[in-house]
């Protein structure tokens, strides 16, 4: 009896560890499918955001650094006014122009990325607390930008909204974008981006400049960790073969 009782037991132990070792092994499997489903839907709509943010740091930090040295950036001075550009040919927009207006594209395609990624917010998958810092970072850099009175708040998803072309799910190209500024009544929305690279051209609005780069630093480097990246920031910078200052 006490033979056929020790072996019941036994079998009824082996069972119960192929049982759970079967069931853990599902979990497993289960929370991996999960977390590489997780880091696929954050990289699909967080990317787009890092990656702008690690161009606009780029030229802003380039920006700064010339003014600096010089006390201008002749680059952006181009103009006297934004309602210039839509006087300004093609040739214009390929040469003495493009200064101006890629710094002012690049940061309207930011906008634009924070615009999108807000409306696609439900679709993140982000841990506990993330949420939260990521719409604050994002609150933080229109906040930047908006510092004294420089690129209004309800102005900058309004130029983002304009950088979509939600029929082919892109952004404007640049030459789309030179070609948008050519036409007065809808340049005008662009007015205040302009006017802020032409004011930091002239060595004003450093402070902006100084808050919108700490800011893109303190969002990217969040986004960097939640779909765990390399530095996105310093990478774009080794690729110019500078330092991030």
Same mark, same amino acid.
């Given at each position: 009896?006490?033979?056929?009782?020790?072996?019941?037991?036994?079998?009824?132990?082996?069972?119960?560890?192929?049982?759970?070792?079967?069931?853990?092994?599902?979990?497993?499997?289960?929370?991996?499918?999960?977390?590489?489903?997780?880091?696929?839907?954050?990289?699909?709509?967080?990317?787009?955001?890092?990656?702008?943010?690690?161009?606009?740091?780029?030229?802003?930090?380039?920006?700064?650094?010339?003014?600096?040295?010089?006390?201008?950036?002749?680059?952006?001075?181009?103009?006297?006014?934004?309602?210039?550009?839509?006087?300004?040919?093609?040739?214009?927009?390929?040469?003495?122009?493009?200064?101006?207006?890629?710094?002012?594209?690049?940061?309207?395609?930011?906008?634009?990325?924070?615009?999108?990624?807000?409306?696609?917010?439900?679709?993140?998958?982000?841990?506990?607390?993330?949420?939260?810092?990521?719409?604050?970072?994002?609150?933080?850099?229109?906040?930047?930008?908006?510092?004294?009175?420089?690129?209004?708040?309800?102005?900058?998803?309004?130029?983002?909204?304009?950088?979509?072309?939600?029929?082919?799910?892109?952004?404007?190209?640049?030459?789309?974008?030179?070609?948008?500024?050519? &036409?007065? *009544?809808?340049?005008?929305?662009? =007015? #205040? %981006?302009?006017? !802020?690279?032409?004011?930091?051209? @002239? +060595?004003?609005?450093?402070?902006? &400049?100084? *808050?919108?780069?700490?800011?893109? =630093? #303190? %969002?990217?480097? !969040?986004?960097?960790?939640?779909? @765990? +990246?390399?530095?996105?920031?310093?990478?774009?910078?080794?690729?110019?073969?500078?330092?991030?200052?």
């Amino acid at each position: 009896m006490q033979v056929l009782l020790t072996a019941l037991i036994s079998a009824l132990t082996s069972i119960i560890v192929v049982v759970l070792t079967h069931v853990l092994s599902i979990q497993r499997a289960a929370r991996q499918v999960e977390e590489t489903e997780r880091e696929r839907i954050n990289m699909r709509y967080l990317n787009p955001l890092r990656l702008h943010l690690a161009e606009n740091r780029f030229r802003l930090s380039e920006i700064l650094n010339k003014v600096n040295d010089g006390q201008s950036c002749t680059e952006l001075l181009t103009v006297e006014s934004p309602s210039q550009l839509s006087e300004k040919d093609a040739e214009w927009f390929n040469g003495p122009g493009t200064y101006l207006v890629s710094s002012a594209y690049l940061t309207a395609c930011l906008f634009a990325q924070m615009l999108k990624l807000r409306e696609d917010y439900p679709y993140l998958r982000l841990g506990s607390g993330q949420d939260t810092q990521l719409l604050s970072g994002i609150l933080q850099l229109h906040r930047a930008f908006r510092r004294d009175l420089s690129i209004f708040y309800a102005t900058q998803p309004s130029i983002g909204e304009d950088m979509l072309v939600r029929s082919d799910s892109r952004l404007r190209s640049y030459r789309e974008f030179c070609e948008y500024l050519r &036409i007065p *009544e809808k340049r005008v929305w662009m =007015d #205040r %981006l302009i006017q !802020f690279y032409l004011n930091v051209g @002239g +060595g004003n609005k450093m402070k902006n &400049i100084e *808050e919108v780069i700490a800011a893109i =630093d #303190r %969002l990217s480097n !969040f986004l960097d960790a939640a779909v @765990g +990246g390399g530095e996105s920031i310093r990478a774009r910078t080794e690729l110019e073969g500078g330092l991030i200052p």
